[in-house]
C-alpha cells in the first residue's frame, strides 16, 4: 500500500521560481508571511536562458540571467522564503484551504500566488535548442543590442513577430522575415511600417528546417512549402517568434482565463477566485520582462498580504 504523502501548511504558497514568484517572495517574507516557493521544472524561470541581461536597472554592465535569479533566490531566503524543488501536480482551488499536491507531498495555503509563466512556443527543429543563447533568441528586447550591424532573421508573421522585427532594425544591418505563408497575419499598420523599413526584407512561403552553426549560428535551411525547394541562408542570429504557450493547464476549468489560456487579473492581481492572485507572464503576454514581472510579483504578494490579513481579522 503507498504511503500518505507529507502534509505541508502554509499561510502563502507561490508556484513558480522566476522573476515574478521570486519577487513575489521577497516582499512576502518580509512581511513575516513566511512563503514556500514550488519552483516547478525550471529554477528561476525563463530568465535563467538569457545569456546576459542588460535591461534590468541596477546592473549597467548587465548581468547574467541565471546569476540575477540566484541574487533574486538569495535575497528572498535572507528574509526567511523557503524554496522548495518541487513540482505541483494538481491543484484544487475550490475550497480553503487550496490544495496542491506534488509527486512527493500534499500542500495547503491559505493564499496562492500563480507564476507559472509562459513558453515560447519552439521551432522543433535540430540545432535550436543547441544555439539557443547562442544565436537563437525568442526577445528581441533582450538580446537585440548583441547583433548590432549584424545580419538576422525573424520568423513568424504576427504582430509580435513585425514588432520585434521593427525594434532588432534600432540594431542589425538587415532583417529578414521568414514566414510561412504568402501573407501576413499582423495589423495593418505593422505591417505597412515593415513593409516600408528599408532594413526589413522578407522571405514568403518557407519554414527553417534547420539551424546551423560552429559556436554560434551562422546559416539556417530553409524550404519553400509550395514548391518543395531547399536552399541555405547565412544569418548571425535566428529570432523565433511564433507565440507563446501559457503554463496554465493545472488551473484551467477552476479560474478565468483568456481564450489563449492566460490567467485574467484586475488591477490589483486579484483573479477570479479569492485569495488567488498570479503575476508575471502567466498573465502578460503583451510585454513579457523581467522588470515587469518583477514589479507584478511584488504586487501580488502586497495584495496577498492585505488578503490574508483581513482574514485574520474575520
Request: aromatic fraction near 8%.
Amino acid at each position: 500500500m503507498a504511503s500518505e504523502k507529507e502534509i505541508v501548511q502554509r499561510d502563502l504558497i507561490i508556484l513558480g521560481s522566476g522573476p515574478a514568484g521570486l519577487s513575489a517572495a521577497i516582499y512576502a517574507a518580509r512581511a513575516h508571511l513566511h512563503p514556500l516557493i514550488l519552483t516547478g521544472m525550471s529554477l528561476h524561470g525563463q530568465a535563467a536562458t538569457t545569456d546576459t541581461i542588460e535591461n534590468y536597472p541596477g546592473f549597467p554592465e548587465g548581468v547574467g540571467g541565471s546569476e540575477l535569479g540566484m541574487l533574486f533566490q538569495t535575497q528572498a531566503e535572507r528574509f526567511g522564503a523557503v524554496i522548495e524543488m518541487d513540482h505541483a501536480t494538481s491543484v484544487d482551488l475550490s475550497n480553503n484551504p487550496i490544495d496542491i499536491e506534488s509527486y512527493g507531498k500534499r500542500y495547503l495555503c491559505k493564499s496562492l500566488i500563480i507564476t507559472t509563466g509562459a513558453d515560447p512556443k519552439k521551432l522543433g527543429v535540430p540545432g535550436e535548442k543547441e544555439f539557443t543563447g547562442k544565436g537563437v533568441s525568442y526577445c528581441g528586447t533582450c538580446d537585440g543590442w548583441f547583433f548590432k550591424d549584424k545580419d538576422i532573421v525573424v520568423v513568424g508573421g504576427g504582430d509580435s513577430a513585425l514588432e520585434e522585427a521593427l525594434f532588432l532594425t534600432r540594431f542589425a544591418n538587415t532583417v529578414t522575415i521568414i514566414h510561412r505563408r504568402d501573407e501576413l497575419r499582423a495589423g495593418a499598420v505593422l505591417r505597412k511600417r515593415a513593409q516600408e523599413n528599408p532594413k526589413i526584407k522578407f522571405i514568403w512561403d518557407t519554414i527553417v528546417t534547420e539551424i546551423l552553426g560552429d559556436d554560434a549560428v551562422n546559416a539556417v535551411n530553409l524550404k519553400n512549402v509550395k514548391t518543395g525547394e531547399e536552399k541555405r541562408h547565412n544569418t548571425d542570429g535566428i529570432f523565433i517568434f511564433i507565440g507563446h504557450i501559457p503554463n496554465s493547464d493545472l488551473f484551467k476549468g477552476q479560474i478565468e482565463m483568456d481564450k489563449a489560456g492566460y490567467i485574467i487579473t484586475n488591477g490589483v492581481m486579484e483573479t477570479s477566485v479569492p485569495g488567488v492572485f498570479a503575476a508575471g507572464e502567466i498573465t502578460d503576454s503583451h510585454f513579457r520582462q523581467v522588470i515587469t514581472s518583477a514589479g507584478m510579483g511584488a504586487a501580488a504578494a502586497i495584495q496577498a498580504t492585505h488578503y490574508l490579513e483581513n482574514l485574520e481579522a474575520e
